[in-house]
């Protein structure tokens, strides 16, 4: 089996940082690994599986106890063995933040927008529900005003149901008249709404990061299954890092050269080389109390338009 010095460097890199956040890495794991091949997982193994990356069966208990108390995780004691599984709200949070990382690049955009009005408010509900709506990329364009040119809107339905305000909250699409798509004052909108400066820099960085793991990856064969599943995991953690505070506006929108178009082409690439190794890994480590981890389910494969 072929190790590349480049990954054991990645790795080395996690495990010095401090802290080590180990629930979003353990959201990582569940939401990229875990969920597509049933959800459910002995702990055991999994605090196994995190030990290499340097999270200790300490940091792995509290970090599934916080989880679990969140309401992302249920557990199922079957003698001494406790195993954890995606709740419903659990597995819905996680299809919903993981299906952008996924995701075709760049739909066609319609030219419209999703405008979100919530001036009926009070202040506390209000403040929820801007932060929640910018978790999904929407835009402050005015004060209590809220818009996104391509939206989720079943994302959207259910984020403003949980919240109870569909009665007080006014959502509607809106369109350009009179003018193109990408005019000069609606680019300007869009940088001031949106901190694409900062978000293209961490981009860069996440390049210059993983472009030599690729070079190194195209020139290697036989890679140690161990190796695989280290990198597409700290892959997809630093690159769903990133995709949390990126908006996913039209192409049309964004700058020429956005770096978070290479960097979507670069964690494709790397992963399609690489998934298929991380499952071995997988299926020789992980138990349920049924077995081994259960074969990924079939939409897995369409990841990233096609694996």
């Known amino acids: 089996m072929t190790r590349l010095r480049c990954i054991e460097e990645l790795v080395q890199e996690f495990q010095e940082q401090r802290p080590i956040r180990g629930g979003s890495l353990i959201i990582t794991i569940f939401g990229d690994a875990i969920a597509p091949r049933g959800g459910t997982v002995w702990l055991g193994s999994l605090i196994n599986l995190l030990e290499p990356l340097g999270l200790n069966q300490r940091l792995v208990r509290t970090s599934i106890f916080r989880l679990t108390k969140g309401g992302w995780l249920t557990s199922n004691q079957i003698g001494r063995r406790s195993y954890y599984t995606l709740t419903d709200s659990g597995r819905r949070r996680f299809e919903s933040a993981f299906r952008r990382i996924y995701a075709e690049l760049y739909p066609e955009w319609d030219g419209k927008w999703d405008m979100v009005l919530a001036t009926q408010l009070d202040n506390e509900l209000r403040k929820v529900l801007k932060k929640e709506l910018e978790w999904q990329g929407f835009g402050n364009i005015a004060p209590s005003i809220m818009a996104h040119p391509m939206a989720d809107q079943q994302e959207l339905y259910n984020t403003l149901q949980e919240l109870c305000v569909q009665a007080e909250v006014i959502h509607m699409r809106a369109e350009m008249v009179g003018t193109t798509q ?3 004052a609606l680019k300007q909108l869009v940088h001031e709404c949106w901190n694409l400066q900062q978000l293209a820099e961490d981009y860069k960085q996440f390049l210059d990061r993983f472009r030599p793991i690729l070079r190194a990856l195209e020139s290697a064969e036989n890679l140690d299954p161990e190796q695989c599943f280290q990198l597409r995991t700290l892959l997809i953690h630093h690159y769903r890092r990133l995709l949390l505070r990126d908006p996913l506006l039209p192409e049309k929108l964004l700058p020429a050269d956005w770096a978070g178009t290479s960097a979507r082409v670069l964690c494709r690439n ?4 690489i998934y298929s190794g991380a499952d071995q890994w997988l299926a020789a480590t992980q138990e349920t109390a049924d077995g081994p981890l259960p ?4 939409r897995f ?5 096609g694996l």
């Open 182 to 184: 990408t005019s000069a």
């Open 270 to 273: 790397i992963y399609r080389r």
């Open 295 to 298: 074969e990924p389910a079939p």
């Open 301 to 305: 494969y369409k990841r990233f338009g």
